[in-house]
């Protein structure tokens, strides 16, 4: 048996990146699926999840700042399924600027995308895995705001250390009515969102700053996104049953280094 079989999950961001990453993953472990995004590229993303691996999704355009929005799509999953048992609260912006110069109204995309997104989302599940008495939450964070920082990133920092808390805070709050949180920690992975981000800082060679990040990681490369859904299946399931309240770095050792230069190596 699959360690994903007979498991319904909830995916935000589901239409490209991390998001259909963690999708596809979620499908190869027997998961059922919904999937939700702004963008409606994502039923082309399930339409493609359902071709590979035989599995059943439905999918819903929906912008996770709209709290009537997630409400009913959770409504429409439960519908279809019957239950939800596993939320990958996933979808996420990022936009560069210095902060002397930050427009507010970008300033406050972050805030209601990573962080009122990630509350609409629990909060509109959250009634229904109470009363299946069980269910995980995996929150996507990063490494940025909490561990570490880029230069122009203040937005998209601060909004990602919110998330810890948050975890936290949600994790103590359900851990003796079984329902687990937990956050990823990611670093860099190839997604059109560090593209674009590759972009804005760098519009004449946004290649050089992907390699200059895969330079500063141990490993030498960024994730891949199935990587990423790896460690939100591993969250999602039982195999994690005694996890909660923690957090997960997956940024192949780029934050370990004290330095570049100095060492053995």
């Known amino acids: 048996m699959k360690k994903l079989e007979g498991k319904v999950a909830?995916?935000?961001?589901?239409?490209?990146g991390i998001g259909e990453?963690?999708?596809?993953?979620?499908?190869?472990?027997?998961?059922k699926l919904i999937?939700?995004?702004?963008?409606?590229?994502v039923e082309d993303t399930a339409e493609k999840i359902r071709q590979e691996y035989v599995t059943e999704i439905i999918t819903a355009v929906v912008d996770v700042a709209n709290k009537a929005q997630v409400i009913e799509a959770?409504?429409?999953?439960?519908?279809?399924?019957?239950?939800i048992n596993i939320v990958c609260a996933n979808a996420g912006v990022c936009r560069l600027a210095p902060f002397e110069e930050f427009p507010d109204e970008i300033r406050d995309f972050h805030i209601d995308v990573n962080i009122k997104g990630v509350w609409n989302t629990c909060q509109a599940v959250i009634p229904y895995l109470l009363k299946q008495g069980k269910g995980s939450i995996v929150i996507a964070s990063s490494v940025t705001g909490d561990i570490v920082a880029d230069a122009g990133e203040a937005a998209y920092a601060m909004s990602k250390a919110a998330l810890v808390g948050l975890t936290k805070c949600l994790a103590i709050e359900y851990a003796d009515r079984n329902i687990r949180v937990n956050c990823s920690q990611l670093g860099y992975a190839r997604t059109p969102m560090v593209e674009?981000?590759?972009?804005?800082?760098?519009?004449?060679?946004?290649?050089?700053?992907?390699?200059?990040?895969?330079?500063?990681?141990?490993?030498?490369?960024?994730?891949?996104?199935?990587?990423?859904?790896e460690l939100f299946a591993f969250l999602g399931s039982d195999e994690?049953?005694?996890?909660?309240?923690?957090?997960?770095?997956?940024?192949?050792?780029a934050t370990l280094p004290e330095t570049m230069t100095m060492g053995t190596n």
Do not use: H, W
Not at 10 to 16: H, M, N, S
Not at 74 to 83: D, N
Not at 243 to 250: A, H, K, R
């Open 196 to 229: 674009k981000m590759a972009n804005e800082t760098c519009p004449d060679d946004p290649e050089s700053v992907i390699d200059g990040i895969a330079v500063g990681v141990p490993m030498k490369r960024l994730a891949k996104p199935s990587e990423v859904g």
């Open 35 to 41: 999937m939700l995004d702004l963008s409606p590229d």
């Open 21 to 31: 990453g963690i999708a596809s993953v979620y499908a190869n472990y027997g998961a």
């Open 74 to 83: 959770v409504q429409k999953g439960i519908e279809a399924f019957g239950e």
């Open 240 to 253: 994690s049953s005694y996890i909660t309240g923690s957090q997960f770095v997956i940024d192949g050792g």
């Open 10 to 16: 909830l995916i935000t961001g589901a239409a490209v």
